[in-house]
């Protein structure tokens, strides 16, 4: 059973930038392709981008690309998702998640809001 905690979420102006961490527990991290999602309100949850467990094969939303960067270090269980030039359509609960790929995830994180004001 792997245990994921995100942190990192907040409050920022449009154009701003914020780092979200997902700490891992409970298995071989590297093993596990990581994710991060996102659900906005009255929106269903959707795919933001997605690291494999190297780290060497990355794949992100055409939404994101080029403003946001998924990143992992192995040695410390951690899995980030860098967010640059961010904007008011980017405001939802981001969840990390892990899985044996990006569409087949089996474990979710509680969540963290990111809030992008106007």
């Known amino acids: 059973q792997v245990q994921l905690v995100e942190s990192g979420g907040g409050l920022v102006q449009a154009g701003g930038s914020l780092r979200l961490s997902c700490a891992a527990s409970?298995?071989?991290?590297?093993?596990?392709?990581m994710g991060w999602f996102r659900q906005a309100p009255g929106k269903e949850r959707e795919f933001v981008a997605a690291?494999?467990?190297?780290?060497?094969?990355?794949r992100y939303a055409d939404s994101v690309k080029g403003r946001f960067t998924i990143s992992r270090e192995n040695t410390e269980n951690t899995v980030f998702l860098q967010m640059n030039s961010l904007k008011p359509e980017d405001t939802a609960v981001y969840y990390c998640?892990?899985?044996?790929?990006?569409?087949?995830?089996?474990?979710w994180g509680q969540g963290t809001q990111v809030t992008v004001s106007s």
């Open positions: 998640a892990a899985g044996s790929s990006s569409v087949i995830m089996n474990y």
């Open positions: 409970g298995g071989i991290f590297s093993r596990y392709t």
């Open positions: 690291i494999s467990g190297s780290g060497v094969a990355t």
